[in-house]
């Protein structure tokens, strides 16, 4: 909490003003949290971290915030960067930003009650009348990422269209690349020497922690064998906290997702007695993740988070044992694979025997592995296979 204070009176966050008339007054509220992280050497570590908060529960529209929308880099824009990274033995390094939303701007008058804990003891009255941004506000990450977007473009940064939050820089035959999620910073480039370059001009600009090696991407582990150069995305961890969250740590694993031919139906009441829905999210974010081969069985069985029953609990069984027997899969890339990206379809024709929609499946691959993938059922009914596909 005195590390978290002492950047908040670095940055100059906020000033303290007598309590305004007319004005509301928020609060904040601090957040904690124990971050398992892998150091440069690959061991398991934990940090503590305490977050000072704005609680945003109460904020107005047009009168406390406006426009609140920052995009993310894209799990395909990652996936595909770490496929060229081992197809042409780039380096790849990771950077967090420091207190990255105090640098944003704030554009309203937002006044906040001095943080618990921290309340000046000649002053007890005062509020602090923030200048710059606080971590909850609404409009914190849009403004955070229109100071990066802007201080990379003074660097030379072109943004790429299909995905705002990546910045490619050509520099004297040297490739550069920056992929950004939040104040999480992925620095690609073809030489040490670039990567240098490019890190030094960031951290005039901005407090950074230095990652090293990108270890840990967005929750996906990144094990490579540089001398291989046979990067491993894989979700191990996650997959794991998944079964023993839902109590199936112990289960009996099994080869196949998915009953071959299974029909579900919604049921008009749900089974509120069964973690569905919180079972389905997470099994979500794996095969978003790295998990292509989960596509089909959990988008068949999202359609029916609002009507479910013993059924739809039981498929959902199934595809956790077959989570259990699959932990450690992921998507190997390959240095010597063909740089070349190829892309595969299929539909079956009128498969949802309740709708008679069909279902279309794609993936793409580069590298030597998916970097894309999809399995959804089709806006329309289709009256031949042919239309289906």
Not at 110 to 136: A, F, K, W
Request: glycine fraction near 8%; include cysteine; hydrophobic fraction near 40%.
């Amino acid at each position: 909490m005195d590390q978290e204070m002492d950047s908040i009176r670095k940055d100059k966050t906020w000033r303290l003003t007598d309590r305004p008339g007319g004005r509301r007054v928020l609060k904040g509220k601090w957040v904690f949290k124990v971050k398992y992280e892998l150091d440069k050497v690959g061991n398991n570590t934990t940090r503590h971290k305490a977050r000072l908060c704005f609680m945003n529960n109460r904020q107005i529209k047009e009168l406390d915030f406006n426009e609140t929308f920052a995009p993310v880099a894209k799990f395909t824009t990652i996936r595909c960067i770490l496929a060229m990274t081992a197809a042409n033995g780039w380096e790849l390094l990771q950077m967090d930003v420091k207190m990255a939303f105090p640098n944003g701007d704030l554009d309203e008058e937002v006044n906040m009650e001095q943080p618990e804990g921290y309340v000046h003891p000649t002053h007890p009255d005062r509020v602090c009348r923030l200048i710059q941004l606080l971590y909850g506000l609404k409009q914190a990450r849009k403004m955070w990422y229109a100071k990066l977007d802007a201080f990379l473009k003074s660097q030379g940064f072109d943004n790429i269209d299909p995905d705002a939050c990546l910045y490619i820089q050509m520099d004297g035959g040297e490739i550069i690349i920056v992929v950004v999620y939040v104040d999480d910073l992925l620095l690609v480039a073809s030489s040490m020497e670039a990567i240098s370059k490019i890190k030094k001009a960031i951290r005039k600009r901005f407090e950074m922690k230095d990652l090293g090696e990108a270890k840990v991407i967005l929750g996906l582990k990144n094990s490579s064998d540089k001398t291989m150069g046979t990067p491993k995305l894989s979700q191990g961890k996650c997959a794991t906290q998944v079964l023993e969250k839902i109590g199936m740590a112990e289960c009996k694993p099994i080869a196949t997702p998915l009953e071959v031919g299974l029909q579900l139906a919604e049921s008009e009441k749900s089974d509120e007695s069964l973690p569905y829905r919180e079972a389905v999210g997470s099994l979500m974010y794996l095969m978003v993740g790295t998990r292509p081969d989960l596509a089909f069985a959990v988008g068949k069985l999202s359609r029916f988070v609002s009507g479910y029953g013993k059924e739809h609990w039981a498929a959902v069984k199934r595809i956790l044992r077959y989570v259990k027997g699959s932990v450690d899969k992921g998507l190997v890339y390959n240095k010597s694979a063909l740089g070349i990206l190829r892309g595969f379809s299929e539909a079956n024709w009128a498969g949802d025997y309740e709708t008679r929609r069909s279902t279309t499946g794609f993936m793409f691959i580069f590298g030597g592995a998916a970097v894309s993938w999809a399995s959804m059922l089709q806006k329309t009914v289709a009256l031949s296979t042919m239309e289906a596909e």
